[in-house]
């Protein structure tokens, strides 16, 4: 009997909880980077690009590849970008909710 579903997207939201973790994704959503590149678009030091980079290969969500000296990732799913979208919008929809509520809470009297 396989992990239930709900168990699986657990250790996918897991993944994806830290920020580094989520930089990462969105830059290699855009296009492959090598590590450098990561080292110098992320304020990271590079045993921590490393240790967060190896924990998305061991889940899958990145592959690497050898390109001369360098080593290149990517996503290995084209859909992590929709999901990195999707918590944006998500997250546009709690800030308003939440502004509404404290505009709320301003004009009420205690």
């Known amino acids: 009997m396989g992990v239930p579903l709900y168990q699986a997207k657990a250790e996918l939201f897991k993944t994806l909880g830290h ?10 959503s855009e296009r492959d980077h090598a590590v450098h590149e ?8 590079p045993s921590n690009l490393s240790q967060q980079l190896a924990v998305l ?8 590849h050898r390109t001369g000296s ?6 290995s799913v084209p ?9 944006r919008t998500i997250l ?7 502004g509404e509520l ?9």
Do not use: H, W
């Open 19 to 28: 920020p580094a973790r989520i930089r990462i994704l969105e830059l290699l």
């Open 38 to 45: 990561l080292l110098e678009k992320i304020e990271i030091e």
């Open 70 to 75: 360098e080593v290149v990732y990517s996503v």
């Open 102 to 110: 404290g505009t709320e809470l301003a004009s009420t009297p205690s």
């Open 57 to 64: 290969r061991r889940t899958s969500m990145v592959v690497s």
């Open 92 to 98: 546009s929809g709690l800030i308003a909710v939440q």
């Open 79 to 87: 859909e992590v970008r929709d999901l990195l979208l999707a918590a």
